[in-house]
């Protein structure tokens, strides 16, 4: 495992999502098919399918985080991933519609959505400009790799790169900077990150904890990168959609779920 972590480790080079998707960067075109088997044939090591579901809206405008568990409200909808870690190259579409707890989208300001939303992440790190695939990797927290506003958490698998989103069949954002992970569990059943009672928050000196490596969960998040002080983190839209139920179809066969430290 550690010379797996050493690969994606090394792959990200210390970079966060605000340099990967910073403004300005052009990617490719996102023509990346998701890479399923030909002909019938066996798939390749490295390869992933998950299905998610359990889906929910964290927070909105304002704060997109929602440690306290608090606006993290349930949506109707799943995720699908074929991915294949060793040729950079897979495809994540979400399908998700608002329900009466959830209430609207806060996507921006000024920008709510309702009803069917649907977000497609194409990758294709051979072709695409920072685009990215990390596998059994430690993120966030005071890792180094990407910013503290999730705890120290273990992924299966992360992406970085565009998405389209559509909203009730119009496209809605054709190209935005997304990120997803395959982790352990952060969000508890209450919805909350927390251990032994206290709240996560990106300000605490130790992010370590916080997590139960025992479940897993999905992430997927877009957003942009102009400034917005008034909003958390600090741009003028963000999406954060959490995952609760992730059903492994398919998976290396050298991965171990749930992962045991060495």
């Known amino acids: 495992m550690m010379d797996r972590f050493d690969r994606a480790t090394k792959a990200l080079g210390g ?3 605000a340099a990967l998707l910073g403004a300005g960067v052009a ?3 996102a023509d990346a098919p998701s890479p399923t088997p030909e002909d019938g044939s066996e798939a390749l090591d490295g390869q992933w399918r998950i299905r998610a579901t359990g889906a929910k809206i964290v927070g909105g405008y304002g704060n997109n985080f929602a440690y306290n568990g608090e606006n993290v409200r349930p949506l109707d909808g799943h995720a699908e991933v074929t991915l294949d870690t060793r040729t950079g190259r897979g495809e994540i579409v979400i399908e998700i519609e608002t329900t009466p707890e959830s209430g609207p ?3 921006s300001e000024n920008q709510t959505w309702e009803g069917t939303i649907r977000a497609v992440q194409r990758i294709n790190t051979e072709r695409m400009d920072m685009a990215r695939v990390a596998e059994e990797i430690w993120l966030h927290g005071n890792t180094g790799n990407e910013a503290p506003v999730m705890p120290k958490l273990f992924n ?3 992406t970085w790169g565009p998405s389209t989103i559509w909203v009730n069949g119009e496209e809605a954002v054709p190209m935005i900077g997304s990120h997803t992970m395959f982790s352990e569990q952060a969000r508890g059943p209450d919805h909350r990150i927390a251990k032994a009672g206290q709240v996560y928050s990106p300000r605490l000196q130790d992010k370590d904890g916080f997590t139960n490596p025992d479940e897993t969960e999905f992430h997927y998040v877009a957003h942009t990168t102009e400034p917005d002080q008034n909003n ?7 999406i954060h959609l959490h995952f609760s139920d992730v ?4 998976k290396p066969s050298d991965v171990e779920i749930p992962y045991r430290a060495q």
């Open 27 to 29: 990617f490719a075109p």
């Open 232 to 238: 958390f983190p600090p741009h003028t839209a963000w």
């Open 15 to 17: 970079l966060g999502m």
């Open 247 to 250: 059903e492994v179809l398919e």
């Open 156 to 158: 299966y698998f992360a």
């Open 105 to 107: 989208v806060a996507f």
